[in-house]
């Protein structure tokens, strides 16, 4: 059933008869705690998640994004894309890979960041020593600072490897493009990534929208305090949908459970869970959570046993009693967490010919 169609039998169901009228009078349909999503902003982000799984084209594994849009996975989706540049610093966890595109037809600034191609190396590397979160030099000097906070090293290694590259883009485009969006987007470790990336846009006073899927987590208490305060994820009053931070989480993904909080690492609001454990998810299986820490969301599942990861990574994932101060749930089996990961409305991070594509469709995202 093609989405349009969904929306169409959900809202006749929730007694709706209003679904040609404008987006902004839809009414969210409920589930799980009550803070559902809107038609609007589901679209929005399964739209995200297939920008996001291009970012696998780039790099060792992919067989590039080429100009004006092209790749072997779902460009072609995006008639109206111009292909700015492509990054690939390297394969290594500080390192980092992805895209910058402009969208004619909606009039944004894309930037894409990719993740990991192998999760048992990811869950391994995340467990590091935290350092000082340090942001990038030349913004506003009314720029609010971030005290006593520290994050993930790796990740501040992998933006710092990128920004350069990033914002000299970002500032001749907008330059250029004065009246388009900017908008940044990351799946897995590229969603922590966005994350800082954001921080430092909001620095330079641009106003981007940060979409991730799957991101761990990245800071200490600190850390996360600052973040929820910079892009105002703590505000009851906004609109729920209008957020400019929304970080995707999926049922079982072990990702945005790691670094352990044994380790200082915390994580910061503004996630959207998604409680259906196979694809593809209707709109009924999103949910906003309250908070950085809601246990109706990623946050339940978070109930760990000493574990040593490399066995369970290379085993079928029962529980072992090595005593490894790493702690993942001992539930999770290695298919899992590879699907887990990888399931976004979409199986992300294959870079191949798209099953399912949206090319029979044009008129998906006109509501």
Known sequence: MKFPALLSFWISVCGLSAYAAPVEQAVSLRNGNGCSVSPTLFLDLEEAARLADITYCVGTAGLGVGKPFQCLSRCSDFPAFELLTTWNTGPWLDDSCGYIALDHAKGRIIVAIRGTYSISSALVDL??????????????????????????????????????????????????????????????????????????????????????????????????????????????????????????????????????TEFGFLMHAGEIFISKEALSPDIVDLEHCIGSADKNCIAGQDTTVKDDLLDDMISDGSETTTGSPFQIPARWKLWQMLFAHRDYFWRLGMCVPPAGSVNDDPTKYDL
Request: hydrophobic share 30%; glycine share 8%.
């Open 127 to 260: 467990a590091t020593i935290p350092q000082e979160y340090t942001p990038y030099p030349g913004g506003s000097p009314n720029e609010p600072v971030c005290h006593n906070c520290s994050v993930h090293s790796g990740f501040q290694r992998s933006w710092k490897n990128t920004r350069d590259i990033v914002l000299k883009t970002v500032e001749e485009q907008s330059a250029l493009h004065p009246h388009y969006d900017l908008h940044v987007i990351g799946h897995s470790l590229g969603g922590v990534v966005a994350g800082f990336a954001g921080l430092d846009m909001l620095a330079h006073g641009w106003n981007p929208t940060v979409t991730t899927f799957g991101e761990p987590r990245g800071g200490n208490q600190e850390f996360v305090q600052w973040f929820n305060k910079r892009y105002d994820l703590l505000n009851t009053t906004q609109d729920r949908d209008e957020m400019k931070y929304r970080r995707v989480t999926h049922v079982d993904d072990p990702v945005p459970q790691v670094p352990p």
